[in-house]
């Protein structure tokens, strides 16, 4: 088999962390619903008319200035995850703008997943510890029965250095402390999944192998809870590969067998990458779905 036979890449959710103005500056409406920087005054002289087009005003409709606004506000703490944000009507009273601007702005986020409503409640900040999201980064399902979270058995957790593509990656240095990670995930009792993951040294000082074979919940879980770090999208590629004689011993098949590879690197607020995770797949049983709009 080809070593690979499809490469692609999967944006989960897309969240921009790059916020100019500060959360307690209000947005300044404009009857259009955008904003524009003021156009440089006219040039005298007809040459300066190609730098002129050049610097030509930028527009940003409002409610994407309120959207950034709030991610701001998500990205300092001020609404932990799990907690309920303020109403629509109290964070237009904020920002001095339109409830129906808040309404779009809370859309988008809530389809990026930084957010999500419920019927009667109001809008919460999303967080991995909810049901739903145990499988936002996991696309291997069984191809019978309900979707799962499978069982790890770690192989090995240990502090290092980042290697060179690691580092360009993950954008550190080479060299930098990364904690590796490897471990095996079992679904009904059969090993399916080898990973690998590089986690950047500084943020997850103080993850032991003896904290991650205690806590029983979703990794990212415990990253969310533990080091006030929270995934919010993921850029993957994925090709066909065969099984290399360590895979090939921790998941008790032949060398060779046909797997799936993945190269996973995960970004918190601010599109700053926080892992690399690499994983074959065994596919006897399983398959990997994605569902693209």
């Known amino acids: 088999m080809n070593s690979a036979s499809s490469n692609l890449t999967n944006h989960a959710t897309a969240a921009s962390g790059a916020v100019s103005p500060t959360a307690g500056t209000p947005a300044t409406p404009h009857p259009s619903e955008t904003a524009a920087t003021p156009a440089a005054a006219p040039g005298p002289a007809p040459a300066a008319v190609a730098g002129a087009a050049a610097a030509s005003p930028t527009f940003s409709p409002l409610y994407q200035q309120i959207k950034a606004l ?12 799990g907690e309920l944000i303020p109403s629509e009507v109290e964070l237009a009273g904020r920002f001095k703008v ?3 601007t808040v ?30 999201a145990h499988f936002r980064f996991l696309r291997l399902v069984p191809d019978e029965g309900v979707p799962h979270y499978p069982e790890s058995k770690f192989v090995e957790v240990k502090r290092v250095r980042a ?9 550190l240095k080479s060299g930098d402390a990364v904690i590796f990670i490897k471990r095996v995930q079992y679904f009904d009792g059969v090993p399916t999944i080898v990973e690998e993951l590089w986690l950047p040294g500084l943020i997850f000082k103080g993850l032991t192998a003896e904290r991650l074979v205690e806590y029983k919940g979703p990794m990212y879980g415990l990253f ?7 995934m919010i999208r993921a850029s993957e590629q994925i090709r066909a590969v065969c099984a290399d004689a360590d895979a090939a011993q921790l998941l008790n098949i032949a060398p060779g067998t046909p797997m799936l590879s993945s190269e996973r690197v995960s970004f918190t607020y601010g599109d700053k990458p926080v892992e690399l995770r690499r994983g074959l797949y065994l596919t006897s049983r399983h398959h990997y779905q994605n569902e693209l709009s």
């Not at 779009?104 to 909810?130: C, P, W």
């Open 103 to 132: 309404r779009k702005a809370i859309d988008e986020l809530a389809a990026e997943n930084l957010v999500m409503r419920r019927q009667g409640k109001g809008t919460f900040v999303s967080t991995h510890h909810e049901a739903r």
């Open 163 to 171: 290697p060179a593509d690691v580092a360009r990656l993950m954008e």
């Open 98 to 100: 339109s409830q129906g």
């Open 224 to 230: 969310e809870t533990e080091f006030g770090t929270r």
């Open 70 to 81: 709030i991610t701001q506000s998500l990205q300092s703490g001020e609404w932990k995850p």
